[in-house]
């Protein structure tokens, strides 16, 4: 089964040039993860401040922390 074309590998692959699959796309690639990788980070960080906010806004008195410091 062969992916770039090729159906021997005794040439040489100077003559040959890119012998992978996708070649030409790196660039696209790239852009896409860190597309990516940036917009998870953006959802992580929104989700995690949200969770925060919650919390926070369930014990403004401070009562609940005050217990749970006394049971401990």
Do not use: C
């Not at 696209?28 to 919650?54: D, K, P, S, Y």
């Amino acid at each position: 089964m062969s992916t770039n074309g090729m159906e021997s590998w005794a040439v040489d692959l100077k003559d040959v040039g890119a012998i992978y699959p996708f070649q030409g796309s790196e660039v696209a690639m790239v852009i896409i993860g860190l597309v990516f990788w940036i917009g998870w980070h953006v959802l992580q960080t929104r989700q995690e401040n949200a969770e925060i906010e919650a919390d926070m806004a369930a014990d403004r008195t401070g009562d609940e922390t005050r217990k749970a410091i006394d049971r401990h």
